[in-house]
């Protein structure tokens, strides 16, 4: 079955791929969709859902599946939490890539001891008006002190896993899919959606 995902980028599209296998993730613009959500609501889950929504309006033959997922780190009172992707914009003025907000972040981390902290996914798969599925998930872990590894993306250069000693962009594809807040939180939504 064809999944329709919630979002532009190529990374998580890659991701679920492998995680919701044997199901075909297709992006809005294999549809000829231009999608853009301001993502404005207050938590992770409330994000995912209104992405879903919004684009299962679009396109109401699909099943969609919205995630919103971010870095919330302890010593940044929680931080960047649902500003993860727009960290740093107000200082720059501009949507950093990924090695910036990650050299970013690292700089706001200097001299800070406490570096614990928690990779979250939200996913809200949108069936049908009356079927929706939301789940959240963590992987919980702290800042490395300078990036390591070239596998995944995002903050994961940066993030050791909690119990190892390598970062998430270090574990390889097959170990990040079995640790990490979207693997966890995609298991957990194929568990829920088989039991109905």
């Not at 940044?76 to 727009?86: C, D, I, S």
């Not at 406490?114 to 996914?121: D, E, G, P, Y």
């Not at 097959?174 to 693997?183: P, Q, T």
Request: proline content about 3%; charged content about 30%; overall charge negative.
């Amino acid at each position: 079955m064809d999944i329709l995902l919630a979002s532009n980028n190529e990374h998580k599209q890659e991701e679920f791929a492998r995680l919701l296998a044997p199901h075909r993730i297709v992006m809005p613009k294999d549809l000829g969709i231009v999608f853009d959500v301001e993502e404005d609501r207050p938590s992770f889950t409330e994000n995912a859902l209104l992405k879903a929504a919004t684009l299962k309006a679009l396109a109401p033959s699909y099943w969609v599946l919205g995630d919103d997922s971010g870095l919330c780190v302890d010593a940044l009172g929680g931080g960047p939490g649902l500003q993860t992707a727009r960290y740093g914009f107000e200082v720059h003025n501009h949507l950093m890539d990924s090695k910036e907000r990650n050299a970013f972040l690292l700089k706001h981390m200097e001299g800070i001891e406490n570096r614990s902290a928690r990779f979250v996914c939200a996913l809200a798969l949108v069936v049908s008006d009356y079927r929706v599925f939301t789940v959240c998930e963590e992987a919980k872990g702290s800042i490395a002190r300078h990036e390591r590894g070239s596998e995944g993306f995002g903050y994961d250069p940066i993030f050791i896993v909690e119990g190892k000693d390598l970062t998430m962009a270090e574990l390889g594809m097959e170990m990040k899919d079995e640790l990490g807040h979207r693997g966890k939180a995609s298991r957990m939504l194929m568990e829920l959606v088989r039991r109905v």
